[in-house]
């Protein structure tokens, strides 16, 4: 900045800070001036009179050109806003209903907006919380369909050997385990994480080290990472880490690290452990871990996919049908975190965004009727001497007071939705932690202040310019303010407030609809009345003692499973590896091989080599399951025959499979007593003989197709721990239930902690993303239809009321209370068929971009756009129905005299 500006900044901060000072100042210089030239004109010759007659021709009075030095600088501009402002503040307060009907309102568009982009801006625009995070990536196997798998043990291999574009490449995968540190155990997200885990996220441990090589092979040293958070609760803050361990059922862990405090990845994790502490499996068909990377710097995405398709493609051709790989796909991990939550975020921003255009459109309809009644005041101002730019300053000086303070009271709104979020956000919606009302989503409230103001004084303003004010003041009394071209503009602003209310009620019925569609869905089994256990068993998965730990495991589960029996009220109990809704993702899948009667594969490189042959081959989630647990859930045997005691570990191992997978690969034939091989889910090379069919369940979700499981005896196959194992009790006294089951879980197995919940609640969690945009969609659609309503009726009213003295006429001339209800009934029709229509349209253009988020109708259904129609027509016939009532009151000897 120069001098100059920076001193003419300076002189008029001095001037607004200290005013009567710089007011004295000036008059003594301007007497100083005024004095220098009267003494030049006495020396001149001129006597003391003629020399001050002389100055004040030349210079004028000394007040005005105190106003004009005063006027030369920028500080009279703030004056002159303030001086406005102060204004605009007095004129609305004798306008107390206007100011509070048009401030609640903004504050219901701003103040929703605010609360949403609070959401928007944690999850979709704040960058994640790591170093270089744009350098992230998440990495997936490609399957020939385009499908994204998880990666293999040996491809992943492949990936971090051969590539040339990643710093660091993990993988990891998360599962639940009970914990202790000594006290009570606790069930705890745990991820088994590779070596290069850590420095991919470009984060260490603010305590203690990462994991040294020794602890990162397979019977290594066994260590753990803890989060700040499991490190406060579970081991107390222990400042000597030394003295921290954690047990679980795979043994006891010391704790040699603490992430900082808000490393969160994957989200919830309490704990990080070595993944080299179990052997890889051999298996290219085994889709267990997820894939993470850091870009090499000047590496960009494209660059980085082409690498790894390079290598993908390699794989392929190396090991042909072997793999079920195709190509590889990578995705910056801000955007894989995000997912489809992006255009669920995105549906809300432009719902609350409509609304917001209501609210103004309402309060720009009573500033417009508030200018017309003004205009008399308006034209005597203009006779003062007030310019017509004056008059548009005082307009949005009003504006800005309005829009300030129905943001301060929306901003004070959106803390408290902010508040309550936690306890209606979906489970599913990543980074929600930092959802807040802080200095971003300050400053987009600010800027909807601004620009709303500037939207409503600049409207208002152009108003009032196109009057003719000297017309208005010769006219007196007699001008009402509706004028016609009034009247047409707020029409105008009646039909697009309608045709906004109706593109957000569109929105709304379709997302209601899809929910009752999709609540009504059988998910294939019953659910009330249903409890869910989860607990962590003894394992049963490797080491020598295999059969040894399977019978501990069957023991424990078979004992725990008959005192529940036992409960007075139990109706039935199963078990199962995991359930078939919650996460809508939990069983695993994979390819098993068909062998019709030929040996079994000897080892997985020759099972993955039999599955080339795709008339072998197929794929289908493994879900292990208990004797009772078909009945239990409500799942119905089709054919054949459901688990038996005679189905022990030394027996021939059986398989159940659902009626979609006989469906699909025996379609006219009966599969009973076919024999397949699923040994790369559990690592049991031993054939499966199916020996039932049960019907099917929407394990991936209600808007998913069901898809193809196998079922398979936990007494054979042993459940892991690397799943959800979960008793399910059905009983009608859920609480009873429960404190008994707590009971007996403390005395046949104290070390284990369970997790007690009912079926509905993880529906409940399942469904909660739909459910949190129907109730934020839908009380915006409510919101809206309640402006549109009235701001309709202020038409209407303002109308009535304008034509008092011509209604008085007809009725005097013999017009009935029928007609005169039909003629204002007329006018708000009028209104409301073209927004209805312009509404249809703009509806029938945006709703194909939520087509993503509905279930079971299209983004067009005609039973919706024809409901949401006919219930705004009604509506808005209710708004105007009101005013043309008391039309029909009308005086007609009192109308004539009306004014």
Known sequence: MSASPLRSLLLGLRSLLRKQQSVRELDDELGAYLEMSRREKMERGMSREEAERAVRLENGSVDGAREMVRASGWESHVESCCRDLR????????????????????????????????????????????????????????????RRMNLSDPNFQDFRAQNETFTALAEYAVTQASVSAGGEPLRLDVAYVSGDFFKAMGVQPARGRAFLPEEQRLNGSPAVIVSHGTWLRTLGGVEDLARCRLRSEAGEFPVVGVMPPGFNFPAGVAAWVPRELEADTPSRTAHNFRGLGRLRDGVDVPRARANLSAIAHGIRSRYGKEVDLDDAAVV???????????????????????????????????LLARTSARRRELAVRAALGAGRGRL????????????????????????????????LLPA???????????????????????????????????????????????????????????????????????????????????LGRSFLRLVSTSPGFRQENLITMQFSPPSAEGGADQAGGLARQVRMVEAIVGRLRAIPGVEGVGVTGALPVAGGDNLSDGMFLVLDGRDPPTDYKEFERLGQDPAR???????????????????????????????EVEAPHVALISQSLARRRWPGEDPIGRTLEFGNMDGELKPLTIVGIVGDVRAGGLDAPPPSIIYVDYRQRGIRNASSPTLLVRSA?????????????????????????SFAQEM???????????????????????????????????????RTQEIGIRMALGARRGDVLRLVLGGGARLVVPGVILGTAASLAVTRLISSLLFGISATDPLTFAGVALLLAGVALLASYLPARRATRVDPLRALRYE
């Open 332 to 366: 910056p991990l801000a955007d894989a975190m995000v997912g489809e939550v992006r255009t669920a975020l995105l549906t809300l921003l432009a719902a609350v965004g409509l609304l917001l255009i209501v609210a103004c459109t309402n309060v720009a309809g009573l």
């Open 87 to 146: 204004m605009a503040t007095r004129t609305l307060r004798r306008a107390p209903g206007f100011a509070a009907v048009a401030v609640i309102t903004l504050a219901l568009g701003i103040g929703a907006s605010t609360a949403i982009f609070s959401v928007v801006d944690a999850v979709l625009l704040r960058p994640l919380p790591y170093p270089d995070p744009n350098r992230l990536v998440r990495v997936w196997e490609q399957s020939p369909d385009g």
């Open 428 to 510: 599913s919606l990543p980074r929600q932690e930092g959802i807040a009302v802080n200095l971003p989503v300050l400053l987009f409230a600010f800027g909807l202040v601004v620009a709303v103001a500037v939207a409503l004084g600049a409207f208002a303003a152009f108003r009032a310019g196109r009057a003719d004010l000297q017309e208005d003041l010769s006219a007196g009394s007699r001008s009402d303010g509706g004028t016609g071209g009034s009247a047409r503009v707020r029409g105008f602003l009646v039909v697009g407030e309608i045709a906004a209310t109706l593109v957000i009620l569109v929105g709304a019925g379709l």
């Open 764 to 802: 409940g969690g399942w469904l909660s993303d739909r459910r949190f945009m129907l109730l934020l969609v839908g009380s915006f659609a409510a919101a809206a239809l309640l402006l549109a309503a009235v701001g309709l009726y202020g038409v209407v009213a303002f109308s009535v009321a304008r």
């Open 392 to 423: 548009m300053q005082q307009f949005l000086a009003e504006a800005f007071v309005l829009s300030l303070a129905g943001g301060a009271l929306g901003v004070l709104m959106a803390v408290g939705a902010v508040r309550i979020f936690p306890a």
């Open 617 to 647: 081959a197929g794929y289908a989630s493994y879900c292990v399951a208990g004797r009772e647990y078909f009945q239990t859930m409500g799942i119905p045997l089709i054919r054949g025959r459901l688990f038996e005691n005679k189905d």
């Open 733 to 757: 006294d859920a609480a009873a239930v429960a404190s008994a089951a707590r009971a007996v879980f403390q005395e046949l197995a104290p070390e284990v902690p369970v997790k007690i919940s």
